[in-house]
């Protein structure tokens, strides 16, 4: 059993795929939804690096005594579908983050949260009873979902639109999946890819507002888009944007469904999307756009934010504070997350 730091257990480097052509199928909806649309897309300037070491850094520095991280067998890196990368995900990287996940909550002496498969946690919607791909689940609440997350058989990035250019991904991408960009094929390519983009992260937001969640995430073999949502100001009926759209259907699910999957295989197809977004069933309520921030799936390294790391941050800081505002302090001073260093001092100098 190693004795290290959970910043080095964190910091391993994923697996790399030997990535296969979805022949048999296109992930395409059953029944989709009438998911709200996203009211706009803002980056995520403070969910980084220096500002996770200002709230963690003490616990991710300790060392502890950690199990051997599980292997990753040969024929497991030939994924073909959401399932197949939805195991790779299971046997590696949800114990990793599991494992650092206890190791903190224990020595903090915080309440445990983990991260499960999203079948742990149910939310009753207007079409049913719905099950995310993943679940953040708390020692409080078993039934709540805390982190409500997604997988993705995307074999690129997602496209974010404008906000490409903040991230650097987007020009070491173009070599890859460009050809012409003149092209009015590729543009076409492009614009469905933006648009089923968009529909998959109107799903995990809409499973974030079934969870009233702060905070929500798609995971692909490319990368971890991870997101924070705000809450706008309560308008009156005259001022209120959400209430004058128009009413979406209601539908009715026969059966408890698991994450509807949205195409993002290599021919993304274009879906219709459905008028208004409210939160917490308000009429009144607008959203802000939400903040975004993606996270290689490759990335490594002690002094870059790795794929694992990104997703025990999140889950960490989603136990302590997921009441979703209009605002919040920048990551790093945020009193709410102050406890972790606070408990850190206070218990090593009791210990």
Same mark, same amino acid.
């Given at each position: 059993?190693?004795?290290?730091?959970?910043?080095?257990?964190?910091?391993?480097?994923?697996?790399?795929?030997?990535?296969?052509?979805?022949?048999? #199928?296109?992930?395409?909806? !059953?029944?989709?939804?009438? /998911?709200?649309?996203?009211?706009?897309?803002?980056? /995520?300037?403070?969910?980084?690096?220096?500002?996770?070491?200002?709230? %963690?850094? %003490?616990?991710?520095?300790?060392?502890?005594?950690?199990?051997?991280?599980?292997?990753?067998?040969?024929?497991? %890196?030939?994924?073909?579908?959401?399932?197949?990368?939805? $195991?790779?995900?299971?046997?590696?990287?949800?114990?990793?983050?599991?494992?650092?996940?206890?190791?903190?909550?224990?020595?903090?002496?915080?309440?445990?949260?983990? /991260?499960?498969?999203?079948?742990?946690?149910?939310?009753?919607?207007?079409?049913?009873?719905?099950?995310?791909?993943?679940?953040?689940?708390?020692?409080?609440?078993?039934?709540?979902?805390?982190?409500?997350?997604?997988?993705?058989?995307?074999?690129?990035?997602?496209?974010?639109?404008?906000?490409?250019?903040?991230? #650097?991904?987007? =020009? =070491?991408?173009?070599?890859?999946?460009?050809?012409?960009?003149?092209?009015?094929?590729? *543009?076409?390519? #492009?614009?469905? /890819? !933006?648009?089923?983009?968009?529909?998959?992260?109107?799903?995990?937001?809409?499973?974030?507002?079934?969870?009233?969640?702060?905070?929500?995430?798609?995971? $692909?073999?490319?990368?971890?888009?991870?997101?924070?949502?705000?809450?706008?100001?309560? %308008? *009156?009926? $005259?001022?209120?944007?959400?209430?004058?759209?128009?009413?979406?259907?209601?539908?009715?699910?026969?059966?408890? #469904?698991?994450?509807?999957?949205?195409?993002?295989? $290599? *021919?993304? *197809?274009?879906?219709?999307?459905?008028?208004?977004?409210?939160?917490?069933?308000?009429?009144?309520?607008?959203?802000?756009?939400?903040?975004?921030?993606?996270?290689?799936?490759?990335?490594?390294?002690?002094?870059?934010?790795?794929?694992?790391?990104?997703?025990?941050?999140?889950?960490?800081?989603?136990?302590?504070?997921?009441?979703?505002?209009?605002?919040?302090?920048?990551?790093?001073?945020?009193?709410?997350?102050?406890?972790?260093?606070?408990?850190?001092?206070?218990?090593?100098?009791?210990?």
């Amino acid at each position: 059993m190693p004795h290290t730091t959970l910043r080095n257990y964190l910091s391993t480097p994923n697996p790399q795929f030997r990535r296969l052509q979805n022949t048999e #199928q296109d992930l395409s909806t !059953t029944d989709t939804p009438g /998911w709200d649309p996203i009211e706009g897309k803002e980056q /995520w300037h403070d969910f980084a690096r220096d500002q996770i070491d200002l709230i %963690l850094g %003490l616990v991710l520095d300790h060392e502890f005594d950690l199990p051997e991280q599980p292997p990753v067998l040969p024929a497991q %890196l030939e994924i073909r579908d959401e399932r197949s990368f939805e $195991s790779v995900l299971l046997g590696y990287n949800c114990i990793i983050v599991n494992v650092a996940l206890k190791a903190a909550c224990e020595y903090l002496q915080l309440p445990q949260i983990t /991260w499960l498969v999203g079948s742990y946690a149910r939310a009753a919607t207007d079409k049913g009873r719905i099950y995310p791909d993943w679940a953040g689940i708390g020692a409080k609440d078993t039934g709540n979902n805390i982190l409500p997350g997604d997988s993705k058989f995307a074999q690129r990035a997602f496209s974010l639109g404008d906000l490409e250019d903040f991230y #650097q991904h987007a =020009e =070491e991408d173009s070599d890859d999946v460009m050809m012409d960009e003149t092209s009015s094929e590729e *543009s076409l390519f #492009q614009d469905r /890819w !933006t648009r089923a983009s968009e529909k998959c992260l109107e799903q995990v937001n809409h499973y974030a507002r079934c969870y009233n969640s702060r905070y929500c995430y798609l995971v $692909s073999p490319i990368e971890a888009l991870l997101g924070r949502r705000r809450m706008d100001e309560v %308008l *009156s009926p $005259s001022r209120s944007l959400a209430k004058n759209r128009p009413i979406r259907p209601s539908t009715t699910a026969s059966q408890p #469904q698991r994450g509807e999957s949205v195409p993002l295989s $290599s *021919s993304p *197809s274009a879906l219709s999307s459905s008028p208004g977004y409210t939160d917490h069933g308000h009429p009144d309520t607008n959203m802000k756009p939400i903040e975004l921030c993606t996270i290689r799936w490759e990335a490594q390294g002690m002094g870059v934010m790795t794929f694992n790391l990104a997703l025990w941050a999140i889950h960490m800081v989603s136990a302590i504070e997921n009441k979703v505002e209009a605002n919040y302090p920048v990551m790093g001073v945020d009193p709410a997350y102050q406890i972790f260093s606070s408990r850190y001092q206070s218990l090593s100098r009791g210990g």
